[in-house]
């Protein structure tokens, strides 16, 4: 309901607020189902202003993350919305659904800083990719589209072999470092997080917070089982 959307606005608000004070190389990703998605477009924007304003007050970037296929055509309206009013905001885009290459283009013609993540909720095969070779290949040709426009995208995944054909591109075309991120989960993989810091790459970290980080956990888990899998992979390839 609008009344708890508006509880957890204040929130990010109060975040972004402390993370200017603290001088912090940090930012926010928002859920927009949390921010009031399903009250409407507008109902959503509005729940979104103060968080928004706040960013450009304080200089603080706003991810607005990317959900099921269901919101992919209203959060890049929102996205859209809030950049025409000024805000530096930007989306996620998921490199298994089919429409992402062509999205992709637009954000990169505007050089939107975007996050890329190969997309963890299940989706139909005339949606989305089922194969993980065929979704690794798009999340590089993504990555590399929005690097080669300049666009400082978040490259967000634990996969070594992205994170080398990733690397491998920049290094081909004479891309430093400075142009694009990678972005892991907290606690996950930190084998490979420390590498890529000795390596010279950024890094930023996802770090859930607030009293319901427990039940958002087991959401993450529930949207796709093979999230679970997953977890353990990367645990005990930190030992491997």
């Known amino acids: 309901d609008r009344a708890s959307a508006d509880r957890a606005a204040s929130v990010y608000v109060q975040t972004i607020e402390r993370i200017a004070t603290e001088a912090l ?3 926010v990703s928002i859920k927009l189902t949390q921010m009031g998605l399903d009250l409407g477009v507008d109902e959503c924007l509005a729940v979104l202003e103060p968080i928004a304003a706040a960013g450009s007050r304080l200089g603080i970037f706003v991810r ?8 992919t055509d209203r959060t890049l309206e929102i996205v859209e919305r809030l950049r025409a009013a000024g805000h530096d905001v930007g989306p996620v885009i998921q490199s298994y ?9 637009r954000l990169a013609t505007e050089r939107v800083r975007t996050r890329i993540c190969k997309g963890a909720y299940a989706e139909p095969p005339e949606l989305a ?14 990555t590399q ?18 994170i ?6 920049a290094r081909q075309r004479g891309i430093g470092p400075d142009r694009f991120e ?5 606690g996950v993989r930190r084998d490979l997080q420390r590498t890529l810091l000795k390596d010279g790459y950024r890094l930023r970290i996802y770090v859930p917070f607030g009293t319901e980080w427990y039940p958002y956990f087991m959401r993450r888990l529930a949207e796709r089982p093979a999230n679970v899998l997953f ?4 645990l005990f390839g930190e030992h491997s």
Not at 97 to 105: C, K, M, T, W
Not at 129 to 142: N, P, T, Y
Not at 149 to 161: L, Q, R, S
Not at 182 to 186: A, D, G, H, R, V
């Open 25 to 27: 190389d940090a930012n």
């Open 64 to 71: 607005i993350d990317m959900e099921s296929s269901a919101t």
């Open 97 to 105: 659904l089919h429409r992402s290459g062509a999205d992709v283009e």
């Open 129 to 142: 990719h089922q194969e993980r070779e065929a979704v690794g290949d798009a999340f590089v040709a993504l």
């Open 145 to 162: 589209r929005l690097v080669e426009a300049d666009a400082y995208p978040g490259v967000a995944t634990h996969d070594p072999d992205m």
């Open 164 to 169: 080398q054909r990733v690397s491998a591109i």
């Open 182 to 186: 990678f972005q892991m989960l907290y």
């Open 231 to 234: 977890i353990l992979r990367s």
